[in-house]
């Protein structure tokens, strides 16, 4: 007995280091972009170095001063949030349609549905940049957003979610009288809850990052969104690696956080799911 | 799969087999007179079309139909400019007849074929180890999900460096233990290899979260009989974890592939398609003959090649899940 337990317990162990060294392996290479970031004049020939020679702020001042960045930074929130918001709404009512609403041909809905997912983004760039010029939507941030509305992969996702939540819950709900929105808000959303915190990192996410498509439409300067002011640095100061870095780190601290909260949602929806 | 679990295979598989995508009958209530009937099927089909107008509006305009203008592109000569020509089929056979579109198509499977198994496994090793109770947890959870919330213009910078051939990290730490590394992105055999990695790295993440919430939403009940039934860790893996997995597996195999399809972004900014093509992606192309070569017809005809290997593929995918997705 008590030699499994130490077993056990020495299997726990390598198991915890092998992720805590897998973690910092992880760490490195953000590691190095922080330190580039407090180093004046770094360029990617200098040696590596785990703590920056003559640590300064100045990229970052550099950063809200000089340029921009504080208004780019606001447009990719606001941009990421809206499509955020739009795409749980969109997602989780066909998700809740191709899970519980049987209806004839629901199979080539669906498949219609998923195979917008399979088209690449660069095949719809000509077409979609011609249908917002005769729209008049182009340099608008409606142009940029409605594209992003509504995602197969979030439906995809909700619906993986909401084909494992009993059924049995529905029929019981709709024994005591509640109609489909009911059982939709009172029992499917929050059975889902792991799922749509999934979904908000990923919507967030895909917003925040995307560069391709707000490249195209937002060409006023003041609407730029990070990316493509972080893009745009590269070039502007023959490559100042500092400030490039220092634009880096800070697209990428709201990501994690938003992770952080979510993740603890995740955590929470599965505590308060209905069958355990 | 052989199951230890003799109670709860059948309660599974008579839940796969309701659960199939068919259209079955609505729930009607056929015995009510016509009147209340037909009242009722309106209301069931406006509430149908409420639940899907949402999202049907917005794929509707913002994909499907640029989508069917891609098409009448792809039967065009046109250099987004200039007035388009009409050509029938001609891009697509000149495609057909070019050895560089199966070139293309050959390094995108082979992507495929390498991030998918390193991605999943690993991605799965993290989720189990990241599942159990242990102090920080959280924080490790979120320190390998960093990679994935990073821009590809980021993480393309630091792999480049990393893999350097001559003073890279990688082929350091390779040299010390008396290997000679390999020119990784300035190799042409190595270019994809070093994509591949550099993607696996920053998609570990994804994988994670996905297994892990499918990993949260398995009844512990189920481990407690197998371990009444005296199943050890490894049985317990293979005989609960992994079948109870297999929704999330299979949206994690779905969406890879179909990402694995489109893969762009990484090859853009690590090594443009080079050395010599090597690393020359399907996405790629169609971006190069779009906005390089100003020829948006075949470029629009090589988009629909891709679109249709997708849709195979991935019909493929949901007609197989029948055969291994169980659904709780």
Redesign the interface.
């Known amino acids: 007995m008590r030699e499994v337990s130490t077993r056990n317990r020495a299997t ?1 162990i390598l ?2 280091g ?3 060294v ?2 910092l392996a ?2 490195f ?2 590691v ?2 922080v330190v580039t970031s407090l180093t004046p004049g770094a360029n ?1 020939g200098s040696p ?1 170095r785990l703590w920056p020679e003559n640590p300064s702020l100045g990229a970052y001042e550099t950063l809200f001063t000089e340029r921009p960045f504080a208004r780019v930074a606001m447009n990719s929130l606001m941009l990421a949030a809206i499509t955020t918001i739009v795409q749980l ?3 989780a ?2 998700a ?2 191709f899970s519980r ?7 080539i ?12 983004l ?7 940049f ?2 917002l010029r005769t729209f008049g939507l182009l340099n608008t941030y409606l142009g940029a957003l ?2 992003t ?2 995602t ?2 979030g ?3 909700l619906r ?1 979610a909401i ?2 939540v ?1 059924r049995e819950l529905d029929e019981a709900a709709t024994l005591d009288g509640a ?3 009911r059982i ?1 808000a009172t029992i499917i959303l929050p059975n889902i809850k ?2 749509l915190a ?1 979904l908000t ?1 990923f919507a967030f ?1 895909g917003s ?2 995307s ?1 391709l498509w707000p490249l195209i439409v937002l060409r006023d300067p003041t609407l730029q969104t990070l ?1 493509i002011a ?2 745009g640095l590269q070039g502007q100061y023959t490559t100042a690696w500092d400030v ?1 870095m220092a634009g ?1 780190v800070i ?2 601290l709201p ?2 956080a938003i ?2 909260f979510a ?2 949602y ?2 929470q929806g ?1 505590a308060s ?1 209905g ?2 | 799969m052989t199951s230890i679990l003799p109670l709860t295979e059948p309660a599974i598989a008579a839940r796969a087999a309701t ?1 199939s ?7 009607a209530a056929p015995r009510r007179t016509a009147r209340g009937s037909r009242a009722r099927r309106v209301r ?2 406006l ?2 079309l ?3 107008l ?6 509707t ?7 069917v ?2 098409a009448w ?1 792809s039967l065009h000569d046109w250099n ?1 400019l200039s007035p388009m020509t009409f050509v029938g089929l001609d891009n697509f056979a000149g495609l057909i007849a070019d050895p560089d579109t199966a070139r293309v198509f050959g390094n995108t499977i082979s992507y495929i074929v390498g991030y998918l198994p390193l991605v999943y496994i690993g991605g799965l090793a ?1 989720a189990l ?2 599942n ?1 109770a ?1 102090r ?1 947890r ?1 924080l ?16 393309a ?3 480049r ?2 893999l350097a051939p001559e003073n890279g ?1 990688v082929n350091g730490v390779l040299g010390f233990l008396g290997i000679d590394g390999p020119g990784w992105w300035t190799d042409p055999s190595w270019s994809m290899p070093s994509i591949i990695l550099a993607s696996a ?1 920053k998609d570990l993440g994804f994988v994670m ?2 297994l ?2 499918g990993l ?2 398995i ?2 009940d189920l481990y407690d009989a197998a371990k009444v039934d005296g199943a050890g860790p490894w049985r317990r893996l293979i005989s609960v974890t992994l079948p109870m997995l297999s ?2 597996t ?2 994690v195999v ?2 890879s592939l ?1 990402n694995g ?2 893969v ?2 990484q090859v853009y900014a690590m090594t443009g398609g080079g050395p010599a093509g090597s690393s020359q992606v399907v ?1 790629g192309e ?2 190069d003959l ?1 906005f390089r070569y100003g020829s ?1 017809g075949e ?2 005809a090589l ?2 090649m ?2 249709v290997v ?2 195979a593929v ?2 493929v995918q ?1 007609i197989g899940q029948r055969r291994w997705v169980h ?2």
């Not at chain 2, 990679?147 to 993480?155: A, H, Q, R, Y």
């Open positions: 726990r198991i915890a092998v992720l805590v897998g973690g992880m760490m290479p953000f190095w972009t990617l590596i709404f969109t997602s009512t066909a809740y349609a609403l049987p209806f004839r041909g629901r199979g809905v669906f498949a219609v549905y998923l195979a917008t997912m399979m088209i690449p660069q095949v719809l760039i000509v077409p979609l011609a249908q409605l594209p509305f509504a197969a992969f439906i995809f996702l993986q084909n494992q009993p109609g489909h929105f939709f792991p799922a999934t990192i996410m925040w990052n560069f990316p972080l893009a490039v880096s697209s990428v990501m994690l992770y952080l993740q603890k995740i955590i599965v799911s069958i355990k | 659960d995508d068919d259209a079955s009958a609505p729930p069931y089909a509430t149908v409420a639940f899907l949402p999202s049907a509006i917005p794929l305009l913002f994909v499907l139909t640029p989508m203008s891609a592109i987004l993290l180890g990241l159990r242990m920080g959280n490790l959870r979120g320190i390998y999900f960093l990679p994935v919330v990073t821009s590809w213009i980021v993480v910078i630091v792999w460096w990393l990290v790295w979260v996905i892990l919430a949260q939403s009844n512990t929704p999330s299979f949206f779905v969406i179909i399809f489109q762009f972004d996405v169609i971006y779009t948006a470029a629009s988009s629909w891709l679109f997708i849709l991935t019909v949901v659904y709780a």
